[in-house]
């Protein structure tokens, strides 16, 4: 009987990937839309490019973190605070097109017809997920819908139960402020989310919008 | 109108092929062998589901895939696909259905099974079941409304948790919202279940009359927790009050307890309740007839005959009347009956025999 050498570390269990890679493949599966084969298949992806190509991943994602803001006036995500949209005189500070995330900013722009600006909610109100209206920028909304220079809230939610729930809920906090409230046209079919309803359904949706209150 | 439908891997069908006449078909044989399966391959055509509980296996055991492939007078073929884990397909003229409800409407369906035949006594939730399976079949808005409808009161139940559990930051202020929700959908499905209902009333009461040879007129009354009167013209604010009066005792059971859900109807027979005076013959004849005029409710909306499926539901009628009803019934739709004793039914229809286990056999 020959000596076998000893191949494993004791922490590991044979078979299973380095603790390192798989600490990788949780951070990774925490991204949307992701699940573990994919985030595994990322991350051995990864492993097999060259170390600049790595070091380009980690900068861009340093980079993200040290100068994206939050915008204070909508909460927009953004380099700048205000952000471009916030700061840009050019546009119409009267309208205000309400999202419930900021990559439904980049679909409503895709559009080039809206000249507003926005305010970004941060999600819907959904009590099954214990979202409320204090979790969202519900009441910052209602501080700005009553300054005298706004004429006209859009609510751009998606067609769902949800986006429903909200909109409702806005309208009613607003309803004794001097401000019209229009909600987007349906024409989204229910179940699509706003971020991927294409352009073109989305900005007759915004054209033959309708009034709330 | 099914004109022919083909069977695989389908419970404990291997293979099944059946060219289905466009009046009366009779499918017998004894129990076990198949009866209700083959009934409920048309069914699903109708429905997109099973009328049996969602746990039961539709995939024959061992196969990989189950599948019925129906057509119908409009040239429309529809092939609905079965995997063991419960997913499903439907495929309409090669054309996969996005959703379930685009197949509503398509191949209209009405089931009687033992259930069915006893609706004026049953339960309530079968008789909100065929106002809802029925309406929705011709009535897009209708899905859409008891759809959102649904999900309001689900989100309303986790809004009365939250906020009494304290969970949910500004949950009381979101709990009216849902409310006015909840009302406004909740309202839409109660009118229109109301109209239903003095829709089909007359027409049930023909039909009942030509069945059972009784004269007497069936009204039908939508029974509304939610608002008294259902035809109120502000329907939706007496909802929504009512709802609102409700919230205390709702927040210590986390449940809706008044609205569509909770609704029931009550069937009168020459104005006396039928549950409780009708015969055990006259209820099982009312529910034929109510089962019969929807039946020509669908085909007046869609402009399609809808196939009714007598699921063993003649089956304890007398010989006589079981006659009576089947030489009726083909005015209303294109029927379908499964039973175990063809003799005594009807003679010009088609009948298939359930040779053995999963093996169905065209007699004439
Ligand atoms: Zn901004």
Known sequence: MGEFPKIHNTDEIPGEAPQVIENAINVFKQLPGIGDRTARRIIYWLLGQPGEKLEEFISALEELKNSVKICSVCFNVSITDPCHICANPERDHSVICVVAEPQDIAAIESTRIYDGVYHVLGGLLDAMRGIGPEDLHIAELVQRAAQPEVKEIILALDPSNEGETTARHIAKLLKDVDVKVTILAQGISAGTALEFADPRTLSAALTNRTELK | MII???????????????ELDERVNIVFGPNGYGKSNFLEALYVCGFGRSFRGSGQQIVRFDADFARVVAKN???????????????????????????????????????????????????????????????????????SELGAYVKSVAQRNSALRGVAEGEIAGGMVLIETIDEQVAHHGAQVLATRNRFLRMISPLATEIFAAISGIERRLDIEYLSTAADNPDDPELERVYFERLCARRKSDLKTFQTAIGPHRDDIEIYLGNLPAKKFASWGQVRMISLALHLAAARILEEKIGRTPTVLFDDALAELDPQRAHSVLEIAPQFGQIVVATPHPEHLIEDAKIFRLAEAGKIVEEK
């Open chain 2, 4 to 18: 022919s439908v083909e069977l695989k891997n389908f419970r404990n069908f291997a293979y099944a092929r059946a």
């Open chain 2, 73 to 143: 007078p409009q040239h429309e073929t529809l092939e609905a696909v079965f995997l063991p884990n419960g997913a499903k397909n439907f495929i309409l003229n090669s054309k996969r259905l996005p959703r379930l409800r685009d197949l509503l409407g398509k191949f209209p369906t009405i089931y009687v099974g033992p259930d069915e035949v006893n609706i004026v006594a049953g339960s309530p939730s079968k008789r909100r079941n065929f106002l809802d399976f029925t309406i929705s079949q011709y009535d897009p808005v209708y899905v």
